[in-house]
């Protein structure tokens, strides 16, 4: 009998907790029916890449509602506050920032499907590939073995952050198998991701430049160590010592490297800029390749000024959204170059002439200045709030580049990397921390010799050769409020603030700008409204409406 399974439409209807935008059943020539699929090794490749390409939606800012949003907008660093006309989008970026979000929410909701959907472009290809023989899809077995294992490292990841955000999850391991699966206690749910990291971890193939942006041992390394990193505000129990073996494994090189063995890279940038698949520290990215596939960063939308392009020499603009929350910009030294590579601030002036950009709103046809502040100068108001910014308020975001399309003012040439720049959701860096913060809380939050060695070792690079001694930290200057306070030095727009803030128990206990603490159940998302309609098996979160 045919299969019913259509490839690409399999995604909404997996796990039956999406509304289907195509009916499994109905004729549409954009779908292919799995029987006349995994012919061949290019078919296998494309199934097996497809829940690669959609994770740029949720996993980066991407200009959806998703997983980074949450993780960002809802903690103490990044806002999209209203600028005159703009950004106000229903009040949905306030909600974030102060903590009011309702069980209704739009964007969480666009954050669950977008997650469970990408889930289901992993269960389908994992079940396709194996009741298949090897042989008849032009692959041998071991490639067979290797597929599959990757695919379930990747839909473990998935599981990871869906279970960061909201805790207790449903999951569905067969496509459409439960139809409405029950909520998984979030202790039970991490004894799940891990089981199933460790069951494929040495069956899928290591990091290598051939398999950047793919998920490996390397990533599976990664994922481990984030796992024990949290397990005790996910399950109860800390894991120090796993989190340090896991983070161990990677910077001894067990799970392979993107070019050659695996190190820290030795400056601030090549993490980030237009050939950062070169990066040696690079572990897993969403990678873009707008030059010969047309398939380009996404996150200009999240930050770029309206006339960003001017700035910087590219093509494309953004919506003005989302900047640093008034005075992060200071708690950075200023001999820091994170501060003056990384961001943003003040007057800003044409890649191409170096004369002053001018703004398109508030200050139109005036220089345009990014300011540490959130009010309406123009008019010499001193409220500060969500609600009364301008379109160059907010310090902004400068961390990764795109490359110039135009040559510069000085001469910069053109850069034929242009747009290819890929976004990192680890990096080794990041595993250096969590190493640290790890020996540190072993230790009862005093720092060892060891962890400020990690940590000194990440941030010298932001410091001139002459600084360094000075930046450094010692066993007495690294206490765990000082770890969170360089992680949000580190690692800003990464993704991470709102899962730190929760480590340190300061997510909804700490006040921030205008933005007050809030009640504890916050720390979980709602579970969508419109997902339990759909889904009458699923339990909300504590705290909310029931």
């Known amino acids: 009998m045919?299969?019913?399974?259509?490839?690409?439409?399999?995604?909404?209807?997996?796990?039956?907790?999406?509304?289907?935008?195509?009916?499994?059943?109905?004729?549409?020539?954009?779908?292919?029916?799995?029987?006349?699929?995994?012919?061949?090794?290019?078919?296998?490749?494309?199934?097996?890449?497809?829940?690669y390409t959609h994770a740029n939606a949720w996993v980066t800012p991407s200009g959806q509602d998703n997983w980074w949003r949450a993780s960002e907008l809802s903690a103490d660093q990044l806002a999209w506050p209203t600028k005159g006309p703009h950004g106000e989008d229903g009040g949905k970026w306030k909600r974030l920032h102060y903590h009011t979000w309702t069980v209704d929410e739009a964007g969480l909701n666009g954050a669950w499907v977008l997650m469970f959907t990408g889930l289901g472009y992993c269960n389908f290809p994992i079940e396709q590939i194996g009741m298949r023989e090897a042989s008849a899809m032009g692959i041998t077995e071991v490639e067979k073995a290797s597929y599959i294992a990757e695919l379930k490292l990747f839909r473990a990841f998935h599981l990871l952050r869906a279970m960061d955000l909201w805790g207790n999850i449903p999951y569905a391991f067969k496509v459409g198998e439960p139809e409405r699966p029950n909520t998984t206690p979030r202790k039970e749910m991490f004894d799940i991701i891990e089981k199933e990291i460790k069951e494929n971890i040495q069956a899928a193939p290591k990091l290598t430049q051939s398999m950047k942006g793919r998920m490996t041992q390397a990533g599976g390394y990664a994922m481990l160590v984030e796992l024990y990193l949290n397990a005790e505000v996910w399950t109860g129990t800390p894991r120090w010592d796993d989190c340090i073996a896991a983070a161990d494994a990677l910077i001894n090189g067990q799970g392979g490297g993107q070019n050659g063995s695996m190190a820290l890279d030795p400056n601030i940038t090549d993490q980030f800029k237009p050939?950062?698949?070169?990066?040696?520290?690079?572990?897993f990215s969403i990678v873009y390749d707008f030059t010969t596939a047309n398939f380009q960063p996404s996150w200009p939308s999240e930050f770029y000024h309206f006339k960003q392009r001017e700035i910087y020499g590219g093509g494309r603009n953004g919506n003005d959204g989302i900047v640093l929350i008034p005075g992060v910009y200071t708690k950075f030294a200023n001999n820091d170059l994170r501060k003056t590579q990384w961001l943003l601030e003040?007057?800003?002036?044409?890649?191409?002439?170096?004369?002053p950009v001018t703004g398109s709103e508030e200050y139109r046809d005036q220089p345009l200045s990014f300011v540490d502040n959130i009010r309406k100068n123009k008019s010499g108001s001193t409220v500060s709030n969500m609600s009364e910014g301008e379109e160059n308020s907010g310090v902004r975001f400068?961390?990764?580049?795109?490359?110039?399309?135009?040559?510069?003012?000085?001469?910069?040439?053109?850069?034929?990397?242009?747009?290819?720049?890929?976004?990192?959701?680890y990096r080794?860096?990041?595993?250096?921390?969590?190493?640290?913060?790890?020996?540190?809380?072993?230790?009862?939050?005093?720092?060892?010799?060891?962890?400020?060695?990690?940590i000194n070792q990440s941030r010298e690079r932001a410091f001139a050769q002459a600084d360094r001694a000075a930046a450094a930290f010692t066993t007495s200057s690294l206490t765990l409020d000082a770890l969170l306070d360089e992680r949000g030095k580190e690692?800003?727009?990464?993704?991470?603030?709102?899962?730190?803030?929760?480590?340190?128990?300061?997510?909804?206990?700490?006040?921030?700008w205008d933005h007050q603490p809030s009640q504890t159940y916050r720390s979980l998302f709602?579970?969508?409204?419109?997902?339990?309609?759909?889904?009458?098996?699923?339990t909300q979160n504590p705290g909310y409406p029931q």
């Not at 004729?27 to 029987?35: E, F, P, T």
């Not at 003040?346 to 004369?355: H, K």
Request: include cysteine.
């Open 2 to 51: 045919k299969s019913k399974y259509l490839l690409y439409s399999v995604l909404v209807g997996a796990l039956s907790l999406t509304n289907a935008c195509t009916k499994l059943d109905e004729n549409a020539y954009s779908l292919i029916v799995a029987d006349e699929f995994f012919k061949n090794k290019s078919e296998v490749s494309s199934a097996v890449l497809r829940p």
């Open 428 to 454: 080794l860096t990041w595993v250096y921390f969590a190493k640290a913060e790890a020996l540190m809380r072993k230790a009862g939050g005093t720092a060892t010799a060891d962890a400020v060695a990690l």
């Open 346 to 355: 003040g007057p800003q002036l044409n890649f191409a002439t170096n004369q």
């Open 398 to 425: 400068n961390k990764y580049k795109l490359g110039n399309q135009v040559v510069g003012f000085d001469g910069t040439p053109i850069n034929n990397n242009y747009n290819n720049t890929d976004w990192n959701v």
């Open 526 to 538: 709602a579970i969508p409204q419109i997902q339990r309609g759909l889904n009458a098996n699923l």
């Open 491 to 512: 690692f800003i727009f990464e993704g991470w603030r709102r899962q730190d803030l929760i480590r340190w128990n300061k997510f909804t206990t700490t006040t921030w």
């Open 275 to 283: 050939d950062n698949h070169l990066s040696k520290e690079a572990i």
